[in-house]
């Protein structure tokens, strides 16, 4: 069974910046899409971002030019740079694979394959 396995989520006031990290044990990233989705409080999960299989991106509009997400295959890891973060970017953030398909690229998580558990993210003074 395949486990994703995020970290770097923390407690931010606004305007700061985190790093989130997304791996998996015995699991190899390269070759599949990766993405990031977050669940606020109270809301739905959506799409944040997501790298394709040839490191194409994609972006949700709320985080364009803010987020960036980056594939270190040596390392086995994609992160998610957060930078001038805001209050409504709270929630519970969570890395997912996509070995087949092209739903990540869409920001859909119904497509994705492997999830992980999440790490939260809040934005507060």
């Known amino acids: 069974q395949v486990q994703l396995v995020e970290s770097g989520g923390d407690l931010v006031q606004p305007g700061g910046s985190l790093r989130l990290s997304c791996t998996a044990p015995?699991?190899?990233?390269?070759?599949?899409?990766i993405g990031w989705f977050r669940q606020a409080p109270g809301k739905e999960r959506e799409g944040v971002s997501c790298i394709g299989r040839r490191d194409d991106t994609t972006y949700a509009d709320s985080v364009k030019g803010r987020f960036t997400i980056s594939r270190h295959g040596a390392k086995n890891t994609v992160t998610l740079q957060m930078d001038s973060l805001k209050p409504e970017d709270t929630g519970i953030y969570y890395c997912?694979?996509?070995?087949?398909?092209?739903?990540?690229?869409?920001?859909?998580?119904?497509?994705?394959?492997?999830w992980g558990e999440g790490t939260p993210v809040t934005v507060s003074s």
């Open positions: 997912a694979a996509e070995v087949y398909g092209s739903s990540c690229l869409s920001l859909y998580s119904s497509g994705m394959d492997y």
């Open positions: 015995g699991f190899t990233l390269d070759g599949s899409n």
